[in-house]
């Protein structure tokens, strides 16, 4: 496998990092930027290439790394190269292998690779692909190709189909972009409270890096905690009262999922009236 990368920001950079420490052959990037081909190939021993075609022509297995935006693009260019029996993977959450129809009806091999883990830094990042869980999604005899070589490099893997590639980038958003909302709303309820805004952050930090890695650690059923937990009407009264409409409704909305996890835990408890009255809020 000869590992070509169109883009070299931190996605690019990353992987081909990756791919190159667990012995790959990385033949090199191709980016708009040539500076950042050419910083890119120095990091993983390969080579920047000028044009897109001499990248293609050299590699038998593409990953475009750009942005979903440049994706449309980006795939209308390589589908005017010879592509035949070549891979080309892309790494969005969101977008499915179908993205790359041009190319795969000049005969490439397409498929949607998605680390599902934050890559924020160039050069650092790569470290953490290691252990991260990819999902693959396309033509199957690339998946498997892309599986054996994420297993090689310490990484999981799951398969899912095109349809589902929405649902899995809602899971990811719910959990880590949505998780950070609910963090700016504790935080400014804490400001309405009198704390300044450094103190807010410093005071919830414990509590958001122990109940993150309490779900981790024993999963969500075990780590639910609250008044949710409890079945505790009263308290939950009370934070209803502190809240205007809009916040009421988004309160009773997460705290009738929390009802229904604590059931799970406490299966002979009648919880009829304060699942009743959440859904009065909502």
């Excluded at 910083?39 to 050299?58: D, G, N």
């Excluded at 953490?128 to 054996?148: I, N, P, S, Y």
């Amino acid at each position: 496998m000869k590992i070509g990368l169109i883009g070299a920001g931190k996605v690019g950079t990353s992987l081909g990092k990756l791919f190159s420490e667990c012995g790959a052959h990385i033949t090199g990037y191709y980016s708009r930027s040539f500076d950042h081909a050419r910083q890119a190939a120095e990091f993983t021993s390969s080579v920047p290439y000028q044009t897109l075609e001499a990248l293609v022509q050299e590699s038998d297995t593409l990953f475009v790394t750009t942005p979903d935006g440049v994706l449309q693009t980006m795939i209308g260019e390589i589908a005017a190269l010879p592509v035949k029996e070549k891979r080309i993977c892309h790494c969005s959450g969101a977008l499915a292998s179908d993205v790359f129809a041009p190319a795969a009806q000049r005969g490439a091999r397409v498929c949607s690779v998605h680390p599902l883990v934050a890559v924020s830094d160039r050069f650092e990042s790569w470290k953490t692909l290691r252990g991260a869980f990819f999902t693959l999604e396309g033509d199957d005899e690339t998946a498997q190709a892309m599986e054996q070589l994420l297993h090689r490099c310490g990484a999981q893997t799951a398969v899912i189909s095109a349809a589902d590639k929405p649902r899995y980038h809602l899971a990811a958003c719910v959990v880590s972009n949505l998780a950070v909302g609910l963090s700016e709303w504790g935080m400014q309820l804490l400001e309405q409270c009198g704390f300044t805004r450094e103190q807010a952050q410093t005071a919830l930090t414990p509590l958001i890096r122990g109940n993150a890695e309490s779900i981790c650690r024993k999963g969500s059923t075990e780590a639910l905690t609250g008044p949710a937990e409890r079945g505790d009407l009263g308290t939950i009264r009370s934070h209803m009262a502190c809240l205007d409409s809009r916040d009421q409704a988004l309160y009773a909305g997460l705290t009738e999922k929390l009802c229904e996890i604590a059931h799970k835990k406490h299966p002979d408890r009648d919880d009829t009236a304060l699942m009743t009255y959440l859904e009065g809020k909502q």
